[in-house]
Protein backbone atom coordinates (compact mmCIF):
# COMPACT_ATOMS: atom_id res chain seq x y z
CA UNK A 1 0.00 0.00 0.00
CA UNK A 2 3.05 2.51 0.73
CA UNK A 3 4.37 1.63 -2.58
CA UNK A 4 0.85 2.47 -4.23
CA UNK A 5 0.59 5.55 -2.58
CA UNK A 6 4.22 6.48 -3.72
CA UNK A 7 3.27 5.80 -7.34
CA UNK A 8 -0.24 7.53 -7.23
CA UNK A 9 1.03 10.64 -5.37
CA UNK A 10 4.49 11.06 -7.19
CA UNK A 11 5.39 14.62 -8.85
CA UNK A 12 3.70 15.28 -12.11
CA UNK A 13 3.78 17.55 -15.20
CA UNK A 14 1.00 20.90 -15.14
CA UNK A 15 1.42 19.90 -19.09
CA UNK A 16 0.35 16.02 -18.81
CA UNK A 17 -2.29 17.20 -16.90
CA UNK A 18 -3.36 19.51 -19.31
CA UNK A 19 -3.20 16.92 -21.97
CA UNK A 20 -5.68 14.66 -20.38
CA UNK A 21 -7.93 18.06 -19.84
CA UNK A 22 -8.34 18.97 -23.32
CA UNK A 23 -8.24 15.47 -24.52
CA UNK A 24 -10.82 13.96 -22.41
CA UNK A 25 -13.32 17.35 -22.17
CA UNK A 26 -12.72 17.20 -25.98
CA UNK A 27 -13.45 13.69 -26.64
CA UNK A 28 -16.59 13.93 -24.22
CA UNK A 29 -18.07 17.07 -26.48
CA UNK A 30 -17.93 14.68 -29.33
CA UNK A 31 -19.66 12.10 -27.63
CA UNK A 32 -22.45 14.20 -26.22
CA UNK A 33 -22.80 15.78 -29.04
CA UNK A 34 -24.77 12.64 -31.06
CA UNK A 35 -27.96 12.91 -31.91
CA UNK A 36 -29.36 10.06 -30.12
CA UNK A 37 -30.08 11.95 -26.72
CA UNK A 38 -32.85 14.04 -28.81
CA UNK A 39 -34.36 10.99 -29.60
CA UNK A 40 -34.81 10.02 -25.80
CA UNK A 41 -37.70 12.73 -25.92
CA UNK A 42 -39.93 10.41 -27.88
CA UNK A 43 -40.07 7.47 -25.83
CA UNK A 44 -42.90 5.97 -24.19
CA UNK A 45 -43.12 6.61 -20.81
CA UNK A 46 -44.05 2.49 -20.04
CA UNK A 47 -40.76 1.76 -21.48
CA UNK A 48 -38.61 4.37 -18.80
CA UNK A 49 -36.84 1.90 -16.41
CA UNK A 50 -34.68 4.40 -14.26
CA UNK A 51 -31.32 3.07 -12.87
CA UNK A 52 -29.43 4.88 -9.92
CA UNK A 53 -30.29 8.67 -9.23
CA UNK A 54 -32.68 8.54 -12.21
CA UNK A 55 -35.37 6.99 -9.61
CA UNK A 56 -35.63 10.48 -8.49
CA UNK A 57 -37.86 11.31 -11.93
CA UNK A 58 -41.25 10.39 -12.91
CA UNK A 59 -40.11 10.14 -16.49
CA UNK A 60 -37.83 11.32 -19.72
CA UNK A 61 -37.70 15.57 -20.03
CA UNK A 62 -39.34 16.50 -23.42
CA UNK A 63 -37.33 17.46 -26.60
CA UNK A 64 -37.16 20.75 -25.09
CA UNK A 65 -34.91 20.17 -22.11
CA UNK A 66 -33.42 17.40 -23.74
CA UNK A 67 -31.87 19.85 -26.26
CA UNK A 68 -30.72 22.79 -23.81
CA UNK A 69 -28.97 20.13 -21.66
CA UNK A 70 -27.30 19.24 -24.50
CA UNK A 71 -26.28 21.97 -25.83
CA UNK A 72 -25.33 23.37 -22.29
CA UNK A 73 -22.80 20.05 -21.82
CA UNK A 74 -21.62 20.26 -25.62
CA UNK A 75 -20.47 24.03 -25.02
CA UNK A 76 -18.91 23.25 -21.69
CA UNK A 77 -17.10 20.51 -22.56
CA UNK A 78 -15.75 22.64 -25.31
CA UNK A 79 -14.91 25.57 -23.28
CA UNK A 80 -13.11 22.87 -20.78
CA UNK A 81 -10.90 21.39 -22.95
CA UNK A 82 -9.98 25.16 -23.74
CA UNK A 83 -9.39 26.16 -20.02
CA UNK A 84 -11.64 28.69 -19.64
CA UNK A 85 -13.06 28.64 -16.33
CA UNK A 86 -12.38 24.79 -16.52
CA UNK A 87 -13.14 25.26 -12.64
CA UNK A 88 -16.94 25.48 -13.87
CA UNK A 89 -17.33 24.55 -16.91
CA UNK A 90 -15.50 21.21 -16.35
CA UNK A 91 -18.07 20.22 -13.53
CA UNK A 92 -20.76 21.77 -15.90
CA UNK A 93 -19.87 19.38 -19.00
CA UNK A 94 -19.30 16.45 -16.83
CA UNK A 95 -22.96 16.55 -14.91
CA UNK A 96 -24.48 16.71 -18.11
CA UNK A 97 -22.49 13.94 -19.60
CA UNK A 98 -23.77 12.28 -16.18
CA UNK A 99 -27.27 12.60 -16.79
CA UNK A 100 -27.88 12.19 -20.36
CA UNK A 101 -26.12 9.01 -20.45
CA UNK A 102 -28.35 7.89 -17.35
CA UNK A 103 -30.82 8.57 -19.72
CA UNK A 104 -29.95 6.37 -22.05
CA UNK A 105 -29.51 3.49 -19.70
CA UNK A 106 -33.12 4.10 -18.15
CA UNK A 107 -34.76 2.31 -20.74
CA UNK A 108 -34.09 -1.56 -19.94
CA UNK A 109 -30.72 -1.74 -21.41
CA UNK A 110 -27.05 -0.65 -19.00
CA UNK A 111 -25.35 1.30 -21.82
CA UNK A 112 -21.58 1.44 -20.41
CA UNK A 113 -19.93 3.08 -23.51
CA UNK A 114 -18.94 6.21 -22.14
CA UNK A 115 -18.32 4.88 -18.05
CA UNK A 116 -14.90 4.81 -18.23
CA UNK A 117 -14.65 8.68 -20.28
CA UNK A 118 -16.73 9.73 -17.05
CA UNK A 119 -15.08 7.88 -14.13
CA UNK A 120 -11.81 9.51 -15.85
CA UNK A 121 -12.82 13.10 -15.52
CA UNK A 122 -14.01 12.38 -11.74
CA UNK A 123 -10.61 12.89 -10.56
CA UNK A 124 -9.96 16.18 -12.72
CA UNK A 125 -13.12 17.96 -11.63
CA UNK A 126 -10.83 18.72 -8.21
CA UNK A 127 -7.69 19.29 -9.94
CA UNK A 128 -5.93 22.50 -10.94
CA UNK A 129 -5.91 20.93 -14.88
CA UNK A 130 -5.87 24.65 -16.13
CA UNK A 131 -2.21 25.98 -14.98
CA UNK A 132 -1.01 25.14 -18.70
CA UNK A 133 -2.02 24.90 -22.20
CA UNK A 134 -5.69 27.42 -21.17
CA UNK A 135 -6.88 30.54 -21.48
CA UNK A 136 -6.77 30.71 -17.59
CA UNK A 137 -3.25 30.52 -17.67
CA UNK A 138 -2.68 32.47 -20.39
CA UNK A 139 -5.27 35.12 -18.27
CA UNK A 140 -3.06 34.10 -15.19
CA UNK A 141 0.38 34.48 -16.76
CA UNK A 142 -0.44 38.26 -17.77
CA UNK A 143 -1.95 38.96 -14.04
CA UNK A 144 1.71 38.02 -13.12
CA UNK A 145 3.28 40.13 -15.34
CA UNK A 146 1.55 43.41 -14.44
CA UNK A 147 2.25 42.76 -10.54
CA UNK A 148 5.36 40.79 -10.70
CA UNK A 149 4.50 37.95 -9.02
CA UNK A 150 6.62 34.85 -9.38
CA UNK A 151 5.64 31.73 -11.77
CA UNK A 152 4.21 28.69 -10.44
CA UNK A 153 5.96 25.56 -9.67
CA UNK A 154 6.00 23.10 -13.26
CA UNK A 155 6.26 20.13 -11.22
CA UNK A 156 3.57 19.10 -8.47
CA UNK A 157 1.49 16.46 -6.91
CA UNK A 158 -1.05 17.96 -7.23
CA UNK A 159 -0.93 17.40 -11.17
CA UNK A 160 0.17 13.71 -11.09
CA UNK A 161 -2.18 12.21 -8.98
CA UNK A 162 -5.82 13.37 -11.23
CA UNK A 163 -3.60 11.17 -14.08
CA UNK A 164 -2.59 8.62 -11.93
CA UNK A 165 -5.67 8.18 -10.58
CA UNK A 166 -7.39 8.43 -14.33
CA UNK A 167 -4.75 5.19 -15.65
CA UNK A 168 -6.12 3.50 -12.47
CA UNK A 169 -9.45 3.59 -13.89
CA UNK A 170 -8.80 2.50 -17.50
CA UNK A 171 -6.34 -0.69 -15.98
CA UNK A 172 -9.53 -1.42 -14.09
CA UNK A 173 -12.00 -1.10 -16.08
CA UNK A 174 -10.31 -3.70 -18.37
CA UNK A 175 -9.31 -6.06 -15.66
CA UNK A 176 -12.43 -6.42 -13.79
CA UNK A 177 -14.18 -6.77 -17.72
CA UNK A 178 -12.30 -10.19 -17.77
CA UNK A 179 -12.75 -11.07 -14.37
CA UNK A 180 -16.25 -10.89 -14.91
CA UNK A 181 -15.79 -13.48 -17.47
CA UNK A 182 -13.41 -15.70 -15.30
CA UNK A 183 -16.58 -15.50 -12.31
CA UNK A 184 -19.32 -16.10 -14.41
CA UNK A 185 -18.34 -18.10 -17.21
CA UNK A 186 -14.61 -19.49 -16.51
CA UNK A 187 -12.85 -21.77 -18.76
CA UNK A 188 -16.02 -22.35 -20.87
CA UNK A 189 -16.02 -18.71 -21.88
CA UNK A 190 -12.80 -19.57 -24.17
CA UNK A 191 -12.90 -23.09 -24.75
CA UNK A 192 -17.03 -23.30 -25.97
CA UNK A 193 -18.23 -21.87 -28.49
CA UNK A 194 -19.69 -18.93 -26.48
CA UNK A 195 -17.95 -16.51 -28.75
CA UNK A 196 -19.02 -18.05 -32.12
CA UNK A 197 -22.91 -18.05 -30.46
CA UNK A 198 -21.99 -14.29 -30.31
CA UNK A 199 -20.50 -13.75 -33.56
CA UNK A 200 -23.63 -15.83 -35.22
CA UNK A 201 -26.16 -13.91 -33.55
CA UNK A 202 -24.89 -10.67 -34.31
CA UNK A 203 -24.25 -11.42 -37.68
CA UNK A 204 -28.24 -12.52 -37.85
CA UNK A 205 -29.22 -9.19 -36.52
CA UNK A 206 -27.45 -6.98 -39.03
CA UNK A 207 -29.26 -6.14 -42.17
CA UNK A 208 -26.43 -8.08 -44.08
CA UNK A 209 -24.19 -10.78 -43.48
CA UNK A 210 -21.30 -9.70 -41.13
CA UNK A 211 -18.33 -11.06 -43.36
CA UNK A 212 -16.07 -10.64 -40.72
CA UNK A 213 -18.07 -11.94 -37.86
CA UNK A 214 -18.63 -15.11 -40.17
CA UNK A 215 -15.39 -15.00 -40.55
CA UNK A 216 -13.92 -15.96 -37.36
CA UNK A 217 -17.39 -17.75 -36.23
CA UNK A 218 -17.34 -20.09 -38.82
CA UNK A 219 -13.37 -21.47 -37.68
CA UNK A 220 -13.72 -22.78 -34.60
CA UNK A 221 -10.12 -22.53 -33.78
CA UNK A 222 -9.84 -19.08 -34.69
CA UNK A 223 -13.05 -17.95 -32.29
CA UNK A 224 -11.05 -19.67 -29.70
CA UNK A 225 -7.90 -17.65 -29.85
CA UNK A 226 -9.72 -14.56 -30.49
CA UNK A 227 -11.56 -15.41 -27.13
CA UNK A 228 -8.25 -16.33 -25.41
CA UNK A 229 -6.43 -13.39 -26.62
CA UNK A 230 -8.76 -11.00 -25.13
CA UNK A 231 -9.22 -12.66 -22.00
CA UNK A 232 -5.42 -12.46 -21.51
CA UNK A 233 -5.21 -8.66 -22.38
CA UNK A 234 -8.11 -7.92 -19.84
CA UNK A 235 -6.60 -9.88 -17.59
CA UNK A 236 -2.86 -8.52 -17.73
CA UNK A 237 -3.45 -5.40 -18.44
CA UNK A 238 -2.62 -3.58 -14.76
CA UNK A 239 1.08 -4.81 -15.82
CA UNK A 240 1.34 -1.06 -17.71
CA UNK A 241 1.34 0.48 -13.95
CA UNK A 242 4.59 -1.83 -13.25
CA UNK A 243 6.60 -1.86 -16.63
CA UNK A 244 6.47 1.02 -18.66
CA UNK A 245 7.42 -0.81 -21.89
CA UNK A 246 4.40 -2.76 -22.00
CA UNK A 247 1.90 0.10 -22.25
CA UNK A 248 3.40 0.50 -26.20
CA UNK A 249 1.83 -3.47 -26.54
CA UNK A 250 -1.46 -2.72 -24.48
CA UNK A 251 -2.63 0.73 -25.76
CA UNK A 252 -2.67 -0.45 -29.51
CA UNK A 253 -3.70 -4.25 -28.52
CA UNK A 254 -7.23 -2.62 -26.69
CA UNK A 255 -7.64 -0.09 -29.28
CA UNK A 256 -7.07 -3.24 -31.99
CA UNK A 257 -9.68 -4.99 -29.83
CA UNK A 258 -12.54 -2.38 -29.84
CA UNK A 259 -12.13 -1.90 -33.71
CA UNK A 260 -12.57 -5.70 -33.93
CA UNK A 261 -15.80 -5.55 -31.79
CA UNK A 262 -16.95 -2.76 -33.86
CA UNK A 263 -15.95 -5.04 -36.92
CA UNK A 264 -17.76 -8.16 -35.80
CA UNK A 265 -20.94 -6.83 -33.50
CA UNK A 266 -21.24 -3.10 -34.53
CA UNK A 267 -20.79 -2.34 -31.01
CA UNK A 268 -19.46 1.33 -30.76
CA UNK A 269 -16.62 1.37 -27.64
CA UNK A 270 -14.86 3.74 -29.18
CA UNK A 271 -14.71 5.90 -25.97
CA UNK A 272 -13.20 3.45 -24.16
CA UNK A 273 -10.34 3.29 -26.20
CA UNK A 274 -9.71 6.73 -27.19
CA UNK A 275 -10.05 7.35 -22.79
CA UNK A 276 -7.11 5.34 -22.79
CA UNK A 277 -4.90 6.74 -25.58
CA UNK A 278 -5.37 9.99 -23.94
CA UNK A 279 -4.63 8.84 -20.45
CA UNK A 280 -1.47 6.97 -20.93
CA UNK A 281 -0.03 8.89 -24.44
CA UNK A 282 3.05 11.55 -22.59
CA UNK A 283 1.60 14.20 -24.80
CA UNK A 284 4.08 17.12 -23.83
CA UNK A 285 7.04 14.83 -24.50
CA UNK A 286 5.04 13.80 -28.12
CA UNK A 287 4.58 17.39 -28.53
CA UNK A 288 8.35 18.57 -27.72
CA UNK A 289 9.64 15.18 -30.01
CA UNK A 290 7.36 16.60 -32.82
CA UNK A 291 8.50 19.81 -32.56
CA UNK A 292 11.94 19.36 -32.78
CA UNK A 293 11.34 16.93 -35.31
CA UNK A 294 13.99 14.17 -34.97
CA UNK A 295 13.68 11.09 -32.63
CA UNK A 296 17.18 11.38 -30.78
CA UNK A 297 18.08 13.93 -28.33
CA UNK A 298 14.88 14.50 -26.88
CA UNK A 299 13.64 14.73 -23.03
CA UNK A 300 12.45 11.63 -22.40
CA UNK A 301 9.21 11.16 -20.40
CA UNK A 302 11.01 11.08 -16.83
CA UNK A 303 12.50 13.45 -13.91
CA UNK A 304 15.91 13.37 -15.72
CA UNK A 305 17.51 14.18 -19.68
CA UNK A 306 18.72 11.08 -21.61
CA UNK A 307 18.42 9.07 -24.94
CA UNK A 308 16.11 6.94 -26.01
CA UNK A 309 18.21 3.91 -26.64
CA UNK A 310 16.05 2.40 -29.24
CA UNK A 311 13.08 3.06 -30.81
CA UNK A 312 10.99 0.41 -28.48
CA UNK A 313 12.06 3.18 -25.91
CA UNK A 314 11.31 6.19 -26.96
CA UNK A 315 7.41 5.14 -27.88
CA UNK A 316 7.44 3.53 -24.39
CA UNK A 317 8.31 6.81 -22.98
CA UNK A 318 5.54 8.23 -25.10
CA UNK A 319 2.78 5.72 -23.66
CA UNK A 320 3.61 6.08 -20.01
CA UNK A 321 5.36 8.51 -17.67
Same mark, same amino acid.
Given at each position: ? !???? %???? /? #?? *??????? @? $???????????????????????????????????????????????????????????????????????????????????????????????????????????????????????????? !???? %???? /? #?? *??????? @? $??????????????????????????????????????????????????????????????????????????????????????????????????????????????????????????????????????????????????????????????
Amino acid at each position: M !RRLE %EWMF /A #PG *SARRLAA @V $RIGLCSLLALRLARPVYVGLSGQPRALFRPVSFMHMFPGLPSRGPLIVLQLLGVMAATLAAAGLRARVTLPVAWTCGLLLNAMLSSLGKILHNDVVLLICLVPLLVAPVADAWSLDAIRKRRTR !RETG %EGRD /A #PV *SVAYGWP @V $RVAMLVVTGAYFFSGLGKVVFSGPSWVLSGNLRWILYTASDRSASPNVVALFVADRAWLAHIVAGATLLLELTFPLVLWRKRLATFYVPATAGLHAGIWLTMNLDYSAWALSAVIVFVDWPWLVEWLRRGRLKGTPRATTTIGEPATLADAAADILYA
